[in-house]
């Protein structure tokens, strides 16, 4: 980027680039750095270096940070962590709220059509943006007069040659989760049940019965992320729920053919009890064992 800034006759005035390692040695009042990450992302040198984790560069007081760029809208929170970490450190963060500075890194509509001049493709594939972008730069293609101006989305496999391009086929696109060794979609369902599970916690019974249907010993039940061990009322609400249990086979008008029915029963008694407690709707688990 620097190289091409230099060929087109920018920061020409600037003799010197250097690395982070050899600017460290430079006077802190000397030195300007170029960061990326400016959008809060994880691994961007500006989240690295608020969590003085970036080799020799270390934020002291009075230092000076200038963020150029706007806020992407969804990225205000994580943005907001960056100022609030530098600000500790003692950094004075400036931003586009606080001065004229912002810089854009995007093209105007006629940068655009310059570009196109410039270049004249065959074939444009607009990647960058939401859909309204998307469709707006495909229609300015072609009014351009490119040949080919295509309009894909996420997920479409473009054949971009031999012949004229075409979408052939789509392949999985969005989020994915990493799970052991395998990637699966982010709205799988065990990947709910997990999530059901760290907000709400688990509630496991198994309840045996005799040829009568009636309970030959007494529920065993498991109750995890429901209520805290030190909770004086923990102990009181499976007890509660033992008798409601008891309560609930003791009464015939539940006991149903269909064992599924008397899943369903028992679950949502179970449920409600436990929300009725805690405010929580745990994932629950019932077994039956017969003998």
């Known amino acids: 980027m620097i190289s091409v800034a230099r060929q ?22 000397e030195v300007l750095y170029l960061c990326t990450g400016s959008q809060g992302e994880p691994r961007g040198a500006m989240m690295r270096i608020s969590n003085q984790d970036f080799p020799h560069i270390d934020i002291d007081q ?10 992407i809208p969804g990225n205000e929170k994580k943005i907001f962590k960056l100022f609030n970490r530098l600000s500790e450190l003692g950094a004075e963060v400036i931003t586009e709220y606080d ?16 570009m196109y001049e410039h270049v ?8 960058h943006g939401e859909f309204r972008h998307l469709k707006r730069h495909s229609s300015l293609a072609k009014e351009l007069g490119v040949q080919f101006p295509m309009q894909i989305s996420n997920g479409d496999i473009l054949q971009l040659a031999p012949g004229s391009p075409y979408i052939y086929d789509q392949c999985k696109s969005g989020r994915q989760y990493l799970d052991g060794n395998r990637l699966v979609d982010y709205n799988s369902s065990h990947i709910k049940d997990r999530k059901r599970m760290s907000y709400n916690g688990v509630l496991n019974i198994t309840c045996v019965l005799d040829k009568k249907m009636n309970l030959k010993n007494e529920p065993v039940i498991f109750s995890s992320g429901i209520l805290s061990d030190d909770e004086y009322d923990s102990d009181e609400v499976i007890n509660i729920l033992e008798e409601e249990i008891y309560k609930f086979f003791d009464d015939k008008s539940n006991i149903s053919k269909k064992e599924k029915k008397i899943y369903q029963k028992l679950e949502t008694l179970s449920r409600n009890l436990i929300y009725k407690h805690s405010r929580k709707k745990p994932l629950t688990n019932i077994s039956i064992v017969h003998i």
Do not use: Q, R, T, W
């Open 99 to 114: 001065e004229d500075i912002h810089v854009s890194g995007h093209p105007c509509l006629d940068e655009m059509v310059d």
């Open 120 to 127: 004249k493709p065959k074939i444009s594939v607009p990647v």
């Open 62 to 71: 009075d230092d000076c940070v200038i963020f150029s760029s706007k806020i």
């Open 8 to 29: 087109n006759g920018i920061l020409k005035d600037i003799d010197v680039i250097l690395s982070e390692k050899d600017a460290a040695k430079k006077k802190k009042h």
